[in-house]
């Protein structure tokens, strides 16, 4: 018998988190460090919706409330996804979560079985892998590639679908790549689903960067699709399009009120209820017409950072970046760089146990943030699976534009310094990161 259960060993992590214990000892050496790791919007939540909470607070809204969230809430999420994905929603079907991320786990707990089949998005957000593992069922990434600007079709993901199949993952807009599903991809999808899938397969559409989209795109939702409302967890939330990470507010969809009572259990059994005062600013974010000109502000200037950093790290020698349509991530392919800091060579060089933990995308990322002052995240941070040969980093533009010019400025320094490099690869720092 050991401490701890064998099931914890399959538990992944977001090291956008884990990287802060990095990010600290650099600030404990005098670094000013760029942090381009997290992805969190680099906004206050809006002072409309502040006031609702504190009023609500000082009310004496402070107990416990209904563990699937309260009906204002409830009501105020139905009639959002009715109206703006053309369907029909009621109250019953919707739980609220604490933030977007409860759901992805409980979506694992409620519908998968051992060695049933999931298939998920890679890069993509690194919970998906880590629950699939830790339900112990079979993860089926869906590998999207730099050169097909990170999009997929109905065809390659046909190619995927088994009589195992239970879950099917979406994020779009993505994290990490920024790319986002067309109306057409989605019915392709949906007419795909419709025809090799059983009833009780599930799709789960993570919606969570709904309100951020570039270029006068629309948000697009599977849930828009014939035969797709009654097979679809939708789960969305404050976080990113309201600026309100820390409130911890989400939100599932269900397609059935039965359903829907299962995950308002696993809540129960996990933290009884996200708190009322919180929730009731929930609600006034979809209801009070001052939300939509807080977001747009915010869509528009992260729009012109994207437009200003695609191109500066495209000047960078050794970076090829694309123009994500939505979300705050670029996604960068580095190999070049690490190909001309000799990145590929220190790996090599790395015992095997060492090279099968690490990727030269993040070394390279070390690298960066050890010596230059900038955190970001690597390919494999998004999925290991299938990660080999693939060398990215994820740099989250939620950050003034200030900062944005300064890191990007460093990582042009960065790729010129291979002498800088060499030193990193033995040094100690180099050591205790990789062995
Ligand atoms: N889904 C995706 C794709 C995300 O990027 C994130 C956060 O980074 C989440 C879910 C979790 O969101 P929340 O902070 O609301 O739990």
Redesign the pocket.
């Known amino acids: 018998m050991s401490l701890i259960a064998q099931r914890m060993s399959h538990l992944g992590t977001e090291n956008a988190f884990k990287l802060g214990d990095d990010i600290q000892r650099c600030v404990d050496r005098g670094m000013d460090v760029i942090r381009f790791n997290l ?1 969190a919007p680099d906004f206050r939540s809006a002072p409309h919706l502040n006031r609702v909470a504190s009023e609500a607070l000082d009310a004496g809204n402070s107990g416990y409330c209904d563990p699937a969230g309260i009906l204002p809430f409830r009501e105020a999420v139905a009639a959002h996804v009715s109206r703006t994905r053309g369907v029909e929603v009621t109250p019953g079907r919707v739980v609220v979560t604490p ?3 409860p759901p ?1 786990g409980y979506t694992l707990q409620t519908y998968v079985d051992e060695g049933d089949e999931v298939i998920y998005p890679s890069p993509g ?1 690194p ?1 998906y892998e880590s629950w699939v593992r830790f339900a112990r069922a079979v993860p089926v990434p869906l590998l999207l590639s730099d050169e097909r600007d990170f999009a997929f079709t109905a065809d390659d993901l046909a190619e995927l679908i088994t009589r195992r199949t239970k879950v099917i993952i979406l ?1 779009s807009p993505s ?1 990490p790549t920024g790319g986002v599903l067309s109306r057409e991809d989605l019915a392709g999808i949906a007419a795909l689903v419709r025809e090799r899938c059983r009833p009780d397969v599930r799709i789960y559409a ?1 919606e ?2 709904e309100h951020i989209l570039f270029d006068g795109l629309e948000h697009e939702s599977i849930m828009s699709h014939e035969g797709m409302p009654e097979r679809t967890v939708l789960a969305s ?1 404050h ?2 399009g309201f600026a309100m ?1 820390g409130w ?1 507010l ?1 939100w599932a969809i269900l397609p059935t009120e039965e359903e829907a009572g299962i995950f308002k259990q696993l809540n129960i059994n996990i933290m009884s209820c996200v708190p009322p005062f919180l929730q009731e600013a929930g609600a006034a974010a979809y209801e009070d017409p001052e939300s939509a000109v807080q977001v747009e502000q915010m869509v528009r200037e992260f729009e012109r950072r994207r437009d200003w950093v695609v191109p500066a790290l495209n000047g960078v020698p050794g970076v090829r970046c694309r123009l994500p349509k939505g979300a705050f991530y670029v996604f960068p392919d580095v190999s070049g760089m690490c190909e001309r800091l000799g990145v590929y060579d220190a790996w090599a060089r790395l015992p095997a146990e060492a090279r099968g933990r690490a990727t030269p995308a993040a070394i390279l990322q070390m690298f960066l943030l050890y010596r230059y002052g900038v955190a970001s995240m690597d390919r494999a941070s998004f999925g290991r699976i299938g990660a080999e040969g693939q060398d990215f980093l994820r740099l989250s533009i939620a950050n003034s534009m200030e900062d944005i010019r300064r890191g990007v400025e460093r990582i042009g320094e960065a790729a010129e310094d291979d002498g800088g490099f060499a030193e990193f690869a033995d040094s100690e720092d180099f050591k205790g990161l990789f062995g």
């Open positions: 992805g933030g977007a991320k992805i957000f919970i994020c994290n993570d969570i960067y939330g976080s990113k990470t911890r989400g």
